[in-house]
């Protein structure tokens, strides 16, 4: 299968050269997949590295998928998470998911994808649970990531659920009903498709020179510190 | 205009900061002729007079044994806006790109993203472990990757929130903060597809999963046709291993797309046959449009361009005549064709390319200038070898409204105003 994938690429690789002849460029990036000349390579052609045994796999595969593949046995409840969220997240992430300084709001914001100013949070936004648990597992919290239990792992994403009205405060994640969870944004993705513009490389009298107005401009500083007006916008990655 | 007394812009007050230092040393030689000089040109160091450097011994080999910029460029570093994140662990710097040259980033200058601080990794004890749909899981040292065939590529990197800031209107007041999320290395590693034949890829294989050893454990869902065209897995940029900030010891490149696929010091790939949807390509590095939906897997890093000179930072200093640069990329091949507008987009000249014009690559724009001290609308125009023709700020607008936050790719705008000043501006 991956022979022909090879093949693929090398013969997109050519059609991309020849389209390119009018073009005088250096060709010196071309990137050979081919290898040197070598006899036909197969599993194992170098021998390097060692089997990975299933207990190293084990201790180091932590995603989890939407369709729950890779959950830990487990359960807890909305109401389990309470306490737990308080001490381990309300610090950043406020105690109703509100959010603190610029960290993360992870609840509200339904309804405002459309909105001047979205709030893409967990309930607005997420497409999958899964994601969530998987996130909580592997990053949180901030300053001791991968420190919860499973169980906790459970307890905590109910309760983020719960903080954005997805479930109720006495509601049981399990393994086997966390991919179940319907989230409101689900089908709010599409693949991407770009290009979605289409400009044109016009020379000369593109466009008439006395509409051209200055829409936006930052308030002359004389630091390279970064200064804006209070009209800044953070992106919030 | 009085009050512009403290306003310096950015490169007048640099050299000032630098003739005052130059001063200083003269005033060895002769405090009494330097106090009085407000004039470099006075300078005891320049013609007829011999300079100090030059009539002395300097210090000897080892004195840096890594090496070290000249203290007078010490003023060319990586710098963040405090604003953008909670704190630094999880936040951004940019590169200084007013101030490089040619095509590569050195290794100091690559802007930093990190999602939880810079780990401290013994290479001893790093493995990267490749698992799931695969004949021979393997856990790789970093020797067994070095004893495997390995590639030398120069391409760019960049974060899709490069220029981010810049959608609703033009904020930043520099072009280190404008576009500074970006840089161009040589990267060396071994192709991601010789690792996966190395470890037998099964028939359902349609995705690999990357997997950081940082404490965020960042993990990105990667095509099975990117892993088999020219995913890397590197160790080393610009000739010397990874620095701790770009992934040390190991780490991936996707080749013009995201930099948040890169995924740095990585640890683990695992085969599957789907999609992970973890956090960072859903609640982030997702495109919110217009009509609520959003853009998912958007990898590509299309064709993009700026002036680098003039900048705020590099503003023209009198009349006459210039070399305007700039840099162009795209995430989908080589540069075919860079245009500059002087009054705003009404008429553009064809701009020289530099030196080498590589695939995914930063792509060296130039253009013989003359300026006659009038003010000027000055703009960059990219079209990649596909023929895709970076787009102006309302026709991207238009498509995706104001939310995307990633992939601003908009032709960018510097107002040159009479006297030299150069602005960040947007127009209509």
Known sequence: ?237 | MAAEGQKLPIAERRNFLKNGLMLAGGMLAGAAANAQASDKNLSLNLPPNLPKWSRSLGPGVLTNPYGKPSRFESHIVRRNVPWLTADRIASISFTPLAELSGIITPNSLVFERHHAGIPDIDPEQHRLMLHGLVDRPIIFTLDDLRRMPSTSVIRFLECPANGGMEWRAAQMDALQFTHGMLSCCEWTGVLLSTLLQEVGVQESAAWVLAEGADGAHLSRSIPMHKAMDDALIVYAQNGEPLRPEQGYPLRLINPGWEGNTCVKWLRRLEVGDAAWYHREETAKYTDLLADGRARKFSFVQECNSVVTFPCPEKPPTEKGRYELQGLAWSGRGKIKQVDVSFDGGVNWRRAHLKGLVLAKALTRFSLDWDWDGGPALIQSRAVDQTGYVQPTYTQLREARGLSSIYHKNAIHTWRLHEGGKVTNVQIS
Request: hydrophobic fraction near 35%.
């Open chain 1, 1 to 237: 299968m991956f022979r022909l994938a090879k093949a693929l690429v090398v013969l997109a690789s050519a059609t991309l050269v020849a389209c390119s002849v009018s073009v005088n460029y250096d060709s010196g990036d071309q990137l050979d997949l081919s290898g040197p000349d070598q006899p036909e390579q197969v599993a194992g052609y170098y021998g390097v590295g060692k089997a990975a045994s299933p207990e190293e796999i084990a201790g180091w595969d932590i995603d989890i998928r939407p369709d729950g593949l890779g959950l830990p046995d487990g359960s807890a409840s909305a109401e389990d998470g309470e306490m737990l969220y308080e001490d381990q997240c309300a610090v950043c992430h406020g105690s109703f998911g509100e959010g603190v300084d610029r960290y993360p709001v992870l609840a509200g914001g339904e309804g405002t994808l459309t909105e001047s100013r979205p709030e893409k949070t967990v309930g607005s936004y997420w497409p999958y649970a899964s994601t969530l648990w998987d996130y909580i597992h592997r990053a949180m919290p901030f300053a001791a990531p991968q420190s919860l239990s499973d169980q906790d792992v459970y307890a905590i994403t109910a309760y983020v659920l719960y903080l954005n009205d997805l479930v109720d405060y006495k509601f049981v994640l399990t393994r086997d009903n966390l991919a179940s969870i319907e989230m409101p944004n689900r089908d709010g993705f599409f693949v991407d498709d770009r290009p979605d513009t289409s400009n044109e490389a016009c020379m000369n009298n593109c466009k008439d020179a006395a509409s051209i107005r200055i829409t936006s401009e930052p308030e002359l500083v004389v630091d390279v510190s970064p200064v804006v007006k209070s009209t800044a916008t953070a992106p919030g990655y």
